[in-house]
């Protein structure tokens, strides 16, 4: 008989919060084994290396907070870091935590399953390797396209198409050069603009093949100097509270008018929008009052000054329409960036509504829609994730009776968890950072109190010779009650986006995450520390 090596714990994934786990669990006398299918530590920032891809929340905070050597010992070249600047973070991070040897690389998982005869997962790899372990963490992010195939629009055809096709989350920049090519761009999110903007540089031509249109916030990105690093390190004693106390966990965006938008007159609010819209700070203008997240009418003002700035911007009137957004600012994630409008009034630079004239197929020669033959030699398609079922799906993870965790929501349309972070017949089973984790929030906040509570949790019961965790049922409905009814009232429920699933045709419209903001995250995570949600043996 094979041997099959045990561990206390298997992570899957080495992006932020598998190398975090994998930190606490191996500083806490564990031991841990990591499986990332990348050859490289990362997770979302290895896979994602499509051309200008880029954080749009600052460095500061997109760093972890838990040691201050590990803060002091980083530098930031900028603001918002680049993909590659992260990159090198996340493997400084991985040295100097000393974890690298726990981390077994261009091994990706293909399903888990409980075994409650030994009360051990075993977990499979798609190269025959099978492992157990008494607590199964899957760090895979609920935007993820490794353990999932990556969401792109049904194109008659496709494979006639003779050139190159690439979707954003596999990107291979050896393989693709978008100097001097006809490119066309599925698909205007976050990863669109920011990859519109570049290949409009180098780009002979950009086709920018747009379902919905979208409000961009404007953003500088200043370097960091050496004076601003110094201020950052030495403000480390502060630091987490600050993040902690934020309901983003951005604390460099403050709400600048603690009123509501309304109580300014049309004057003073144009004078002051116009103000931040130079300033050009991100997200700072969704902070601009206290209720623009709040209130329809006053998030009607904001979304109406946006839209004239686009007006303002591009030069072309029908491109400028097409360009319009009609939702609530924010309701679908935010988009942060520099100069996308103004590359519509490039001549290289043409903009194609799906709405009005949608693929009909591919050809040979590119794409067609109902109104013309749209000539490429690259397509990217930056066309988005099936967030949270696909990668839960394909990873197919049995908990008792051999039960698929998929099939027990209902292939999305009765999703549960309990603070996203466990589930009811799945035994020590504590994925982090995917399903019913907060929305619109710094994700590395989050991440740091999960993966401390996740680890608090396993320390206890380990301490109490417990061998299984999961929580109640009555402790999942509540929770899976509080995400679906805060769903239901807030912004990201009235419009389709992947924030409820709505992204996908035909994919069951539900709140994939927390939409509470970050602060009452935290005081629902406070109050689940006297594990009296739990049942155990
Ligand atoms: O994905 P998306 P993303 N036909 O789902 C369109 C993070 N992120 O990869 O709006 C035609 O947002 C879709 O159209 P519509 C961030 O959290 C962060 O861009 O659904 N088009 C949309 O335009 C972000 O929110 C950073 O109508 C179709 C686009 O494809 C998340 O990742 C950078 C289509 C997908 O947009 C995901 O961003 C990048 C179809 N059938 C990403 N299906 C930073 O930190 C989809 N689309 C800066």
């Known amino acids: 008989m094979t041997h099959v090596q045990e561990y206390d714990a298997v992570v899957i994934g080495a992006g932020f919060a598998g190398i975090y786990m994998t930190h606490l669990l ?101 190269d025959g390797l099978k492992v157990q372990a008494k607590y199964f963490i899957p760090a895979i992010g609920g935007l993820n396209a490794i353990h999932t195939e990556p969401h792109r629009p049904k194109i008659k055809g496709l494979e006639n198409f003779k050139g190159v096709y690439q979707h954003t989350s596999r990107w291979s920049p050896e393989e693709v050069n978008l100097k001097g090519k006809r490119v066309g761009v599925i698909g205007t999110g976050s990863t669109g603009v920011q990859t519109i903007i570049e290949a409009a540089k180098e780009a002979e031509h950009v086709t920018v093949f747009q379902r919905t249109p979208q409000y961009v916030l404007p953003v500088k990105n200043p370097k960091l100097n050496s004076e601003q690093m110094k201020e950052m390190h030495d403000n480390f004693h502060s630091l987490d509270r600050r993040v902690l106390a934020h309901p983003t966990g951005m604390p460099s965006f403050p709400v600048l008018r603690n009123y509501s938008a309304l109580e300014n007159t049309p004057k003073e609010r144009q004078q002051f929008y116009e103000q931040l819209y130079e300033e050009a700070n991100g997200f700072q203008m969704i902070f601009a009052y206290n209720d623009l997240m709040l209130n329809e009418e006053s998030n009607e003002t904001l979304a109406e000054f946006l839209r004239s700035k686009i007006k303002e911007t591009v030069k072309d009137p029908e491109t400028a329409n097409e360009l319009l957004p ?89 999703i549960k968890t309990y603070l996203g972070a466990c589930h009811n017949e799945f035994p020590n089973f504590l994925p982090i950072g995917g399903t019913h984790y907060p929305l619109g929030v710094n994700v590395i906040g989050p991440t740091q ?89």
Request: contains cysteine; negative net charge; hydrophobic residues 35%.
């Open 326 to 414: 009609t939702y609530l600012v924010a309701a679908k994630r935010p988009i942060v960036a520099k100069g996308y409008f103004e590359t519509f009034n490039q001549n290289n630079v043409s903009l194609v509504n799906l709405r009005k004239t949608p693929f009909v197929d591919a050809t040979e020669k590119g794409l067609r829609t109902t109104e013309t033959e749209h000539e490429l030699d690259i397509i990217i398609f930056a066309s988005g994730f099936d967030v949270g079922m696909g990668p839960i799906r394909d990873s197919n993870i049995r908990g008792r009776g051999g039960v698929l965790l998929h099939k027990k929501w209902e292939e999305g349309a009765n």
């Open 449 to 537: 109190v999960m993966g401390k509570w996740i680890y608090d949790l396993i320390n206890h019961f380990d301490k109490h010779g417990i061998e299984e965790i999961e929580p109640t049922l009555e402790a999942e409905e509540t929770w899976t009650n509080h995400v679906n009814e805060i769903g239901e009232m807030s912004f990201y429920s009235t419009v389709d986006s992947w924030f409820n699933g709505g992204n996908i045709e035909g994919k069951p419209r539900r709140i994939l995450g927390y939409a509470g903001d970050f602060l009452m995250y935290q005081e629902q995570i406070e109050k689940s520390l006297d594990y009296k949600a739990f049942i155990h043996s």
């Open 26 to 126: 191996s500083e806490g006398g564990y031991s841990v084994r990591t499986y990332e299918a990348g050859e490289s530590v990362g997770g979302t920032w290895y896979w994602n290396r499509y051309p200008g891809a880029r954080c749009d929340t600052p460095s500061e905070f997109y760093s972890y907070t838990f040691s201050e050597e590990l803060y002091k010992g980083w530098t930031w070249s900028s603001f918002y870091p680049k993909q590659e600047e992260i990159m090198d973070y996340l493997n400084y991070a991985v040295n100097k935590l000393n974890i690298r040897e726990n981390i077994h690389f261009n091994t990706a998982m293909k399903s888990a399953d409980y075994n409650e005869e030994n009360k051990r997962w075993e977990i499979h790899f798609t």
